[in-house]
Nanobody, 131 residues
C-alpha cells in the first residue's frame, strides 16, 4: 500500500514562505504523477500543482491562483515531493494534501487533474497565514 506523508506546514506571516515536503513509501512505489491539493475551510479540495516525475520531458502545471508564487519540485533520489510557497497570503490558509497516481495520463493535462483522478492521498498538513 502506497503511503504519502506531508510535513512542513505551520503558521507564517503574510508575505512569508513555507516549504512542504511529501515522502512516499515504500520507496519502490511507482508514482510517475504527483501533486498538491488544498482545502480552504468551507470549500472543496482544489488541485494547485502537479508534476510528472517519470523519465522523459518534465511536465509541471499550476492553478492560476498560485502561479508565480508556488513551485513544485521532485527529488528523484529521495522520492520526495516539495512545494515551495512564497509570497503567502491569508487566502492561502488551508490544509494541503500530497497526491500521487500510477497513470501518466493524470499529469498529461494543462492544469492539475481533479480529485477522482488521484489514487493516493496524504493526510494533509495545515498552513495558516496570519495577516
Amino acid at each position: 500500500q502506497v503511503q504519502l506523508m506531508e510535513s512542513g506546514g505551520g503558521s507564517v506571516q503574510s508575505g512569508g514562505s513555507l516549504r512542504l515536503s511529501c515522502a512516499v513509501s515504500p520507496s519502490t512505489a511507482y508514482t510517475p504523477c504527483m501533486g498538491w491539493f488544498r482545502q480552504i475551510p468551507g470549500q472543496d479540495r482544489e488541485g494547485i500543482a502537479a508534476i510528472y516525475t517519470g523519465t522523459g520531458a518534465e511536465n509541471i502545471v499550476y492553478v492560476d491562483s498560485v502561479k508565480g508564487r508556488f513551485t513544485i519540485s521532485h527529488d528523484s533520489t529521495s522520492k520526495t515531493l516539495y512545494l515551495q510557497m512564497d509570497s503567502l497570503q491569508s487566502e492561502d490558509t488551508a490544509t494541503y494534501y500530497c497526491v500521487a497516481d500510477r497513470s501518466t495520463l493524470t499529469c498529461s493535462v494543462p492544469r492539475p487533474s481533479p480529485g477522482p483522478m488521484w489514487s493516493y492521498w496524504g493526510r494533509g498538513t495545515q498552513v495558516t497565514v496570519r495577516s
